[in-house]
């Protein structure tokens, strides 16, 4: 089963939040939503759990009822303890078993405070706590806007080892992130920006279709087309390797700053929401890196998004 | 320290609550001490009755004014003018003397009636307050008072806290109709607003002595009615306020004119006309007239009809444009058709 997105439109009244976008995710499989600020992460995200009615398009999720959404900003009850969430939310989705619950607790490390108020855990601890809220019920399409976001790294590792098993137990997991390490080790990569989609795929094929040239300096000639990475700097310019360049393999952050930047050359009409239908643009075709080419999971995505079910917000 | 002053300048511009509590809230009160503060009644709705009325009213000098003149009416009509607070003062004509029936409950217009009557060979009976006592007026209108407290703030900051903490979005998303979100997150206050109605209304006649002449259902029914009014106006608050510092900001700015135009403290009569008129828009104002017309001079529905179908008509109107503007809340965000461009989170 493919839950996802196909050409929705939101349109705000003074924003085009998005612009035709066409987004899968697999089950079994974690989808990641990446972007800077703006970019239409949360709308997608909305988007899917009901939460935005679109202008146009297609948005195919499941029932409320089998959507685990976890928002920007935790969303737990602050006020009441950790069992006290679980019960509330427990009792809002019907879910009885207490084996399950126990699991999940364990799991996230949270049997031992049980009696505390959401209010008083770590930020870390808090993330967790809404990681397994939103898992509670077993959802078929899990939702995480931003779930690590402010977690130190160690809650990071624990944090995205909760939400693989997730995935490995057959949820379809969508999370937004701006962190872009943690995006290649999702299954498919959709980047967007301003509301559209700029490169869409498995991370390895996002990597591979980097536009342009990337190498590393200690003194980038032009410092708008350059990024610090440590202490060194990663420089672009389109088109293929001048002499004397070696060329760096481009990592995620690589990947999609170079595409942003090589979208703000072409001007914004380069990009697209469907990837297979991408026109190399001249950085692209003179760079002899091979067009975008999306992996099975976005193929089927943009063709056939899965079976419209009955609780699909549209 | 000019770029400070001129940061702060700027954020007050664009804090449109705060700027209107500036320019509004000196007006407000400027107002209200110019022409609503006064406690001294200048005019006593006087009815007269018995043989002599005709008479005895035609003698009748400021601050009575004239009302209803009934030369068949006795005593027992006469304290029933009283009873359904179509009188501020009766005159029974008939006996050795005339007697003078002041309704204790209206302190104020009492106060000004035993004055001026000390200067007349009439007896004057002072009913359902004989000693003039302010906690016995006071107490039916601070029960008001609390529920619109609990009703408004309570209510405004609990809702509020939702949208700060997410949790709003999180409930928008699970399988609950936004009849059991909105029902969910009202209910509790409206029953503890209920409690603190009886707690506050036992206390009041356990330490200062008011009475309880009326019917509890009667009472019942109109603070049951006041509640939906002041909740509805809670959770309306909490729907314009991002924060809980402008739910309490937005809650103080209409429970003010509440506490000064409502009748609790200066006497509706007392005001100028066109501010006695803001009082007449106030719930509480017909909350206060209900309780006090229950608790001190035991009034029935029949004489209360006025107050109770105008808190009707607020609950109607307030808490059906709260639930409105909720569930909206509640509803997946509306995109527009109109053309438009840009990014958006």
């Not at chain 1, 080892?161 to 498919?188: K, M, N, P, Q």
């Not at chain 1, 193929?299 to 609780?311: D, E, F, K, L």
């Not at chain 2, 356990?206 to 049951?224: M, R």
Request: charged residues 15%.
């Amino acid at each position: 089963m493919t839950w996802g997105t196909t050409d929705l439109t939101v349109r705000y009244p003074h924003t085009l939040a998005l612009d035709a976008v066409t987004f899968a995710a697999p089950a079994g499989q974690i989808s990641a939503v990446v972007g800077g600020d703006g970019a239409g992460k949360s709308t997608l995200l909305r988007s899917l759990v009901g939460g935005v009615r679109p202008t146009s398009g297609r948005v195919d999720a499941p029932a409320l009822r089998e959507i685990g959404f976890m928002p920007t900003g935790t969303g737990v009850w602050r006020e009441l303890t950790v069992a006290e969430n679980l019960d509330f939310v427990a009792a809002a989705y019907g879910v009885r078993d207490r084996d399950r619950r126990a699991a999940l607790l364990a799991a996230a490390g949270l049997e031992q405070v049980t009696g505390r108020l959401a209010g008083q855990l770590s930020g870390g601890m808090r993330q967790k706590l809404a990681f397994t809220l939103a898992m509670l019920h077993a959802p078929r399409l899990l939702v995480l806007d931003e779930p690590s976001t402010g977690v130190d790294p160690v809650s990071r590792v624990e944090l995205w080892r909760l939400i693989a098993r997730a995935a490995v137990d057959g949820a379809a997991v969508v999370l937004s992130t701006t962190y872009l390490d943690e995006a290649e080790r999702a299954g498919t990569v959709c980047v967007l920006d301003n509301g559209r989609v700029l490169r869409s795929g498995p991370p390895e094929d996002v990597m591979s279709s980097t536009p342009g040239t990337i190498t590393v300096t200690d003194d980038p000639p032009d410092r708008d087309l350059a990024w610090r990475r440590g202490r060194q700097w990663h420089a672009w310019h389109p088109g293929p390797p001048l002499p004397g360049e070696t060329p760096v393999a481009a990592d995620m952050e690589d990947a999609v700053i170079a595409a942003t930047l090589a979208l703000r050359e072409q001007g914004p009409s380069a990009a697209t929401s469907d990837p297979s239908a991408t026109t190399p643009g001249p950085d692209t075709a003179t760079s002899g890196l091979p067009p975008t080419t999306p992996g099975p999971d976005t193929a089927t995505s943009a063709t056939t998004p899965g079976p419209t079910t009955s609780g699909s917000p549209s | 320290m000019w770029a400070m002053i001129f940061k702060e300048f700027l954020e007050l511009r664009r804090d449109r609550r705060t700027m209107a509590m500036l320019i509004v809230l000196p007006l407000l009160l400027l107002v209200v001490f110019g022409y609503a503060a006064s406690f001294n009644v200048s005019t006593l709705t006087t009815d007269v009755v018995g043989p002599g009325a005709t008479q005895a009213a035609a003698a009748l000098r400021a601050p009575f004014e004239v009302g209803r003149v009934d030369p068949a009416a006795g005593d027992a009509e006469a304290r029933e003018r009283l009873r359904t607070d179509r009188a501020d003062v009766v005159l029974v004509t008939g006996g050795d003397t005339a007697v003078a029936l002041v309704d204790g409950s209206n302190l104020f217009g009492a106060q000004a009636a035993k004055a001026a009557l000390a200067r007349t060979p009439l007896k004057v009976e002072v009913l359902y307050n004989p000693d003039l006592k302010t906690s016995w007026v006071m107490v039916p209108a601070l029960v008001g008072l609390i529920l619109t407290f609990i009703g408004t703030i309570v209510t405004a900051i609990g809702l509020v806290r939702e949208r700060q903490a997410g949790t709003l979005e999180q409930l928008a998303v699970m399988p609950f109709r936004p009849s059991d979100v909105i029902l969910g997150k009202i209910v509790p206050y409206y029953l503890l607003a209920a409690l603190d109605l009886v707690v506050v209304t036992l206390l009041g006649r356990l330490l200062f002595g008011v009475p309880f002449a009326g019917s509890v259902l009667t009472f019942g029914l109109g603070a049951g009615l006041f509640l939906f009014v002041v909740l509805g106006v809670g959770v309306l608050i909490s729907t314009v306020s991002q924060n809980q510092g402008q739910a309490i900001q937005l809650a103080l700015m209409i429970m003010m004119p509440q506490i000064l135009l409502s009748g609790m403290i200066f006497p509706l009569d007392a005001m100028a006309p066109g501010v006695r008129w803001i009082g007449y828009l106030l719930p509480l104002t017909y909350f206060t007239k209900l309780s006090q017309g229950v608790m001190l001079r035991g009034d029935d529905l029949a004489s209360l009809w006025l107050p109770l179908v105008v808190l009707a008509g607020m609950a109607v109107v307030v808490f059906t444009a709260a639930v409105l503007r909720f569930r909206r809340d509640l509803a997946p965000s509306q995109p527009s058709t109109g053309a438009a461009a840009g990014g958006a989170s």
